[in-house]
């Protein structure tokens, strides 16, 4: 049997002050999320790439022979836009999803958004606070502004914000294609080898996720080897 991966943490982050500057130049009104008998409180969305371009539907699911396309506020967004383009695959749905202060989302699954089922939901933390609680398959995640993730929504999760600011997510909904696949190998391989699951990389465990990024030639791996390489440096 095919072991499920459950989530993912991505070895190089994105800009968080880039991110938080685009975000700060958005007005558009907050559409309250449709899932409304899993949460309790302010749980609302800005769609930046929709089925037809809608600033008004967040559903992910492709119908009606519609297609995905970027809204209006995309174009408010450059380095929101490289974010999404860097994983060299189909992007579906781009949401910001708020988590207000107060607010909380019950344990619920996703049915078939896994990584194994052909679509990866990718995260990256925008604003967040350290009394965010993020629980997957019964285990917390603490996720750091810019950093990245992939998490199996097929699996149970919940979410709660006690902090007083809100909690701010950049989320794609991207198809799985051979160099997204080969990212993902690269990535997962390395985690095995380590006996426990750290929240950070080892500067080791960096180099030889980079070496191995680099054997794939593809130009989303060569991307993120760069952007690891380029956080190595800073570091030293």
Same mark, same amino acid.
């Given at each position: 049997m095919k072991q499920v991966i459950r989530?993912?943490?991505?070895?190089?982050?994105?800009?968080?002050?880039?991110?938080?500057?685009?975000?700060?130049?958005?007005?558009? #009104?907050?559409?309250? #999320?449709?899932? *409304?008998? #899993?949460?309790?409180?302010?749980?609302?969305?800005?769609?930046?790439?929709?089925?037809?371009?809608?600033?008004?539907?967040?559903?992910?699911?492709?119908?009606?022979?519609?297609?995905?396309?970027?809204?209006?506020?995309?174009?408010?967004?450059?380095?929101?836009? *490289?974010?999404?383009?860097?994983?060299?695959?189909?992007?579906?749905?781009?949401?910001?999803?708020?988590?207000?202060?107060?607010?909380?989302?019950?344990? #619920?699954r996703d049915a078939e958004l896994s990584f194994e089922h052909g679509e990866a939901r990718i995260h990256v933390p925008i604003f967040t606070n350290e009394l965010v609680e993020f629980y997957i398959d019964g285990e917390r995640v603490v996720m750091e502004e810019g950093s990245c993730w992939y998490m199996n929504f097929n699996l149970p999760h919940r979410l709660n914000n006690g902090g007083d600011t809100d909690r701010v997510h950049l989320v794609m909904d991207l198809k799985v294609n051979d160099t997204l696949q080969k990212t993902f190998d690269a990535v997962a391989d390395e985690r095995k080898k380590m006996t426990t699951m750290p929240d950070a990389?080892?500067? *080791?465990?960096?180099?030889?996720?980079?070496?191995?990024?680099?054997?794939?030639?593809?130009?989303?791996?060569?991307?993120?080897a760069y952007r690891m390489e380029a956080e190595l440096a800073k570091d030293q």
């Amino acid at each position: 049997m095919k072991q499920v991966i459950r989530y993912i943490r991505f070895p190089f982050t994105f800009s968080s002050q880039l991110l938080q500057q685009e975000f700060s130049r958005l007005s558009h #009104h907050w559409i309250r #999320h449709y899932n *409304v008998a #899993h949460y309790e409180g302010d749980w609302s969305a800005l769609p930046l790439r929709s089925l037809g371009g809608s600033l008004t539907d967040l559903l992910p699911e492709a119908r009606e022979e519609k297609t995905f396309e970027d809204t209006v506020l995309m174009d408010a967004c450059p380095y929101m836009r *490289v974010v999404i383009d860097s994983f060299g695959c189909q992007v579906m749905g781009v949401r910001l999803l708020k988590l207000a202060p107060g607010a909380l989302i019950r344990e #619920h699954r996703d049915a078939e958004l896994s990584f194994e089922h052909g679509e990866a939901r990718i995260h990256v933390p925008i604003f967040t606070n350290e009394l965010v609680e993020f629980y997957i398959d019964g285990e917390r995640v603490v996720m750091e502004e810019g950093s990245c993730w992939y998490m199996n929504f097929n699996l149970p999760h919940r979410l709660n914000n006690g902090g007083d600011t809100d909690r701010v997510h950049l989320v794609m909904d991207l198809k799985v294609n051979d160099t997204l696949q080969k990212t993902f190998d690269a990535v997962a391989d390395e985690r095995k080898k380590m006996t426990t699951m750290p929240d950070a990389f080892s500067r *080791v465990e960096k180099e030889n996720m980079i070496a191995s990024l680099r054997t794939l030639g593809a130009a989303t791996a060569l991307e993120m080897a760069y952007r690891m390489e380029a956080e190595l440096a800073k570091d030293q």
